[in-house]
């Protein structure tokens, strides 16, 4: 669901996804494109991938988090190199 905010309404989905910084720039972005796209109209989709993109990097942040600190607390998985 977050990656329709996202695509739809790029600031709104970082910002709910807690990246106010990058909401930020996608406004400025957003902006940018509105402007250029005009002539260029493959920028008008650069805010909306570029929200995917954060949405999705940060979720892997947050994966990868979730599996150190498993790894931390409980031992690497039987079979684990060393």
Do not use: D, T
Request: proline share 10%; with cysteine.
């Amino acid at each position: 669901m977050i990656y329709v905010l996202a695509a739809l309404l790029p600031p709104i989905g970082l910002l709910l996804n807690g990246q106010p910084f990058s909401a930020i720039f996608n406004l400025v972005l957003i902006v940018f494109c509105a402007i250029f796209g005009l002539v260029f109209h493959i920028l008008l989709l650069v805010p909306s991938a570029h929200a995917m993109i954060a949405v999705h990097m940060k979720r892997e942040q947050r994966m990868h988090r979730e599996i150190v600190n498993s790894i931390r607390r409980h031992g690497p998985p039987p079979g684990y190199p060393h």
